[in-house]
Structure formats: structure tokens, C-alpha cells
């Protein structure tokens, strides 16, 4: 009969020290990191200020001192706060100090540090400016903002000096930026100034981009590359309507477009109009993006003129204003990857002096304009686009390759 013993504290040991031998004794030949040996946690001692926050991390190495890759699960097991189990974003609680009682762990490896709790900051030790560089067209605005901290991270309070002193534009006294004429990329230009301490950023001016060559594209209000579809006897259609090289329209009421004329097929002038659509999507296409937004949504938000990127889809909920900023020739383009969805009764807002004529949505894949929806450009999808029941549109409906479908639509060419 087999008889199996619990192995002792020593044994234990000596097994942990063997199975590191041979992980280190395999992987020895190994071009790649091997496991993690050792866990250590940073920033370790902390010093936080009561109700302020600290992001820990922690850094898995093999045994020749290799960084591994590390998913840590995190907790306080000492008291002095709070800390969220898998960002390791720490929340200090009552003033003392705690030792060893912010605790990482991965692979079942633990490792630890502690935290001092105080009731103020120290002196002003840094000021960082943001964004930092910061992008706009000339005579493009943006907000600065200056946060001062002490020597251990801790967040202090300041009231800084704003000044400019590369160039690139003019700041007035709350850190709100005007920028110039002249395009450029200006070196730690905005300084904030507090205490003989300074923090610095630096801003890129671009021209205003130009507006995109529609061509022969420009006269059509909807141009599909399949099918024009329409269910709602009131639709409304001012330009042109065209399909190539498909053939088939279908459902328009009686008098629409008005004013404007319909055509379909490679012959007519759709044909010339979709080439010119692809000349026109494949500029925008490479323009070189000046703002990403990928994974925000953009209601709620006022942009500048410029370029604007999505990597992927791009979603709107609610209002979205486009300022020219004084400029009736500003141009915005959004640039999106894949898909641009509307939430019913969205909108596109246009102030300062932007007109619709100007925007310009570079679609990857498909358009859809949620029921209600009150946008404003032109639509240039690859595939199709979609105006849901009672979504309105004052610019272009164009699609490349697919369809464009309407139901109960109002449709503006500007």
C-alpha cells in the first residue's frame, strides 16, 4: 500500500527552489522572456494626501531580470483607503501610515508596499500642462490646463501664469489659447508658471485643410453604386438622384427630385459622377489625421476645423457642434474606419460660420442616420448609407459600391 505525507515547511521549500531551477533550466535556450520569478509593486513607499488617488503597478520578472508581461489582481489587506481590484487605482482613506498593505498578485506570487496617509500636500515640486502638444488649425482655440503636484505625486493646488514663449499664437490669463496665423510645430511654447516652478507644452498649427474636389459628384444630392431606395410617399429630395453602375430607383414620389434630375446607369451622368466620388473619398481618405477620436462618442463635443479620425466605428448620441470659428470656408473632415451610426433625434450643429458644404464624413463600410436624426455634411461611404424614418439631411447621401436607402427622408443638397 502507497502512503502520501503533507511534504514539510523544508520540503516545500526545496520543491518551490527546484521547479524554478528547471523553469530557468528550460527556458535557458530561450530568445524570449521566461516566467515570472519575482513581483514588485511601484510606486513603493507612497506618500497620498487623504481622499486623493494613486494608480499602483506591478512588474513580473523572469530569472534573468526580463520584464514579463503581468495581469495582477489587487487589494488592501493593512487599511489606509480603497483600491479597485483590477486597475490597482488606489484611493487613500485616514491619515497614518500602513506598511505593506497594498498587496499585488499573480501566478501566486504576492509582493506589497506601503502607504503613508497625510492630511496636505508638500511643496510644489512639478506643473504639467494639458494636451501636451496640442493640434489646432490656424486661428484654432484651446483650453490649457496646469496641474501642480509635490515631490510624492500628490495633487496641490495652484493658480499659474499663463504665457506663450515659442510663438504659435496668443494665451490669455485662464490658459485659453488662440493660435496663429502661420502654420508651424511650436516647441514647449505654453508655459505655466507657479512658485519659480514651470511646466511646458507644445503646439502643432496646421493649416486649414482644403476643401475635397466633388466634381462631377457635387450636382447629385444621393448616388448609389447599386440601388436607390425609398419608402415614404413625403420625401423630400433638392439635387440630383443616381445610380451606376446599377440601374434600379425606385419609390421616389411623384415631382422628387425638385429641383433635379434622376439618372441611372454607367452611361448616364451617374457614371461620371461615381469616378469622381472615388477621387474624392480616396483624398479624404489619406489625409493625415490631426485628432483621433477612436472609441468616444461625438455627442456633446464642439470641434475646430480640421481632421478628424476614427479607427474604427464612430457613434453619435446627441448634439455634435462644428464651429468655423468666424470661417465660412472651414473644412472638417471625419475620417472612420469601419461604420457611423446615429442615435435617434442626434443631430450635427453648425456655428460660427460653418457651412455644410464643407464637412465631409469618409465612411470605410456604411452611413446609418438614426429616426429623427438632423445631420449636416457630406456622406461619403464606401458601401451604403441608411436614413432611418423621418432622419433629415442638409448635404450628400454618396455611396461608392452599395446602396442608399430612405424612408420619409428630407434631403438638402447645400
Request: glycine share 14%; with cysteine; net charge neutral.
Amino acid at each position: 500500500m502507497l502512503t502520501f505525507r503533507r511534504p514539510s515547511a523544508l520540503g516545500a521549500a526545496v520543491l518551490l527552489g527546484a521547479a524554478l531551477v528547471a523553469g530557468a533550466w528550460g527556458c535557458r535556450t530561450a530568445s524570449g522572456p521566461c516566467p515570472v520569478v519575482t513581483l514588485t509593486v511601484t510606486p513603493n513607499p507612497a506618500t497620498i494626501v487623504t481622499t486623493q488617488t494613486r494608480l499602483f503597478t506591478a512588474t513580473g520578472r523572469d530569472y534573468r531580470g526580463n520584464v514579463v508581461t503581468t495581469s495582477a489582481s489587487w487589494a488592501v489587506v493593512a487599511g489606509g483607503g480603497t483600491i479597485d481590484a483590477v486597475t490597482g487605482l488606489f484611493t487613500a482613506g485616514s491619515v497614518g501610515t500602513y506598511p505593506n498593505t497594498i498587496r499585488a498578485t499573480s501566478g501566486g506570487l504576492d509582493a506589497y508596499a506601503t502607504v503613508t496617509v497625510t492630511n496636505a500636500a508638500g511643496p510644489l515640486a512639478t506643473i504639467t500642462v494639458t494636451p501636451d502638444p496640442a493640434t489646432m488649425v490656424v486661428n484654432g482655440t484651446q483650453q490649457f490646463v496646469a496641474t501642480g503636484r509635490d515631490a510624492d505625486g500628490n495633487v496641490v493646488s495652484i493658480s499659474p501664469n499663463w504665457s506663450v514663449v515659442n510663438g504659435g499664437g496668443a494665451i490669455n490669463g485662464s490658459g485659453f489659447f488662440t493660435a496663429g496665423a502661420v502654420p508651424g510645430t511650436f516647441s514647449n511654447t505654453i508655459r505655466a508658471t507657479s512658485g519659480g516652478i514651470s511646466g511646458f507644452a507644445t503646439v502643432i498649427v496646421t493649416a486649414t485643410p482644403p476643401a475635397a474636389t466633388l466634381g462631377a459628384a457635387g450636382a447629385f444630392a444621393i448616388l448609389a453604386g447599386s440601388t436607390v431606395t425609398n419608402t415614404g410617399v413625403t420625401t423630400t429630395i433638392s439635387g440630383d438622384v443616381g445610380v451606376s453602375p446599377g440601374l434600379a430607383i425606385t419609390g421616389l414620389p411623384a415631382g422628387q427630385p425638385s429641383p433635379g434630375n434622376v439618372y441611372s446607369g454607367v452611361g448616364s451622368n451617374a457614371g461620371p459622377a461615381q469616378a469622381a466620388l472615388t477621387t474624392a473619398y480616396n483624398d479624404l481618405a489619406g489625409r493625415p489625421c490631426g485628432t483621433n477620436l477612436t472609441s468616444l462618442d461625438l455627442g456633446g463635443k464642439t470641434l475646430a476645423p480640421g481632421v478628424y479620425c476614427f479607427n474604427t466605428s464612430a457613434g453619435l448620441t446627441g448634439t455634435l457642434t462644428l464651429d468655423g470659428q468666424g470661417n465660412s470656408s472651414a473644412v472638417f473632415v471625419i475620417q472612420i474606419g469601419s461604420t457611423l451610426t446615429t442615435a435617434s433625434s442626434s443631430a450635427v450643429n453648425l456655428i460660427g460660420g460653418a457651412q455644410a458644404d464643407n464637412v465631409y464624413w469618409q465612411v470605410g463600410s456604411s452611413a446609418t442616420l438614426g429616426t429623427g436624426t438632423a445631420f449636416k455634411g457630406n456622406i461619403l461611404a464606401q458601401a451604403s448609407v441608411s436614413l432611418n424614418n423621418g432622419a433629415s439631411l442638409t448635404g450628400r447621401a454618396l455611396a461608392r459600391t452599395g446602396a442608399v436607402t430612405l424612408d420619409t427622408n428630407a434631403v438638402v443638397k447645400p
